[in-house]
């Protein structure tokens, strides 16, 4: 819903398309923050289960206010969860992956995932699209990470 309808409904709110390209650059810097510098320490420290339950309260908390506002100040505030939403998530795959897959498989593995992710955004962003038809920005809280919460507990080894 995010990657593809934000700007759009940014930019339908009056957002100058150089404060959204600012916002979307925060999403990115952050991403890369998380993937070089607290990510893997995280992991250490927490292990990929703490992480990715982490990711889906950051979800939760992103998409329940970006649901519900297109305030440039809240906006530049929430973007920086991108690196949890979306790097955190993804080291704590790799982790979980490297952890359970025999090292013969890898390469099939990382096809599989990036396969099924692809698959899966492909399918939820042609969803998204008939909901932000039918209701605009109050289709973000369908996507605010309520179901992830328990499936990152529940789904993921403590691997610490």
Excluded: K, N
């Excluded at 600012?22 to 992480?51: C, K, M, N, T």
Aim: glycine share 8%; net charge neutral; proline share 3%.
């Amino acid at each position: 819903m995010h990657d593809a309808f934000a700007v759009i409904r940014w930019s339908a709110a009056g957002i100058d398309p150089a404060v959204i390209s600012v916002l979307w650059s925060e999403a990115v810097v952050a991403e890369v923050f998380v993937f070089f510098i607290i990510g893997p320490a995280f992991l250490e420290r927490y292990g990929a289960r703490a992480a990715v339950t982490l990711a889906a309260a950051a979800g939760i908390v992103r998409w329940s206010i970006e649901g519900v506002t297109t305030s440039t100040l809240l906006l530049s505030i929430l973007q920086p969860l991108h690196g949890l939403t979306f790097a955190l998530v993804h080291l704590a795959c790799m982790r979980m992956m490297r952890a359970v897959v025999p090292a013969r498989m890898a390469g099939t593995a990382q096809a599989l995932y990036a396969f099924g992710s692809g698959l899966a955004t492909a399918a939820l962003t042609l969803v998204s699209g008939a909901l932000y038809a039918g209701y605009a920005g109050v289709s973000f809280l369908l996507f605010i990470c309520g179901v992830a919460l328990p499936v990152a507990w529940l789904g993921f080894a403590d691997d610490t």
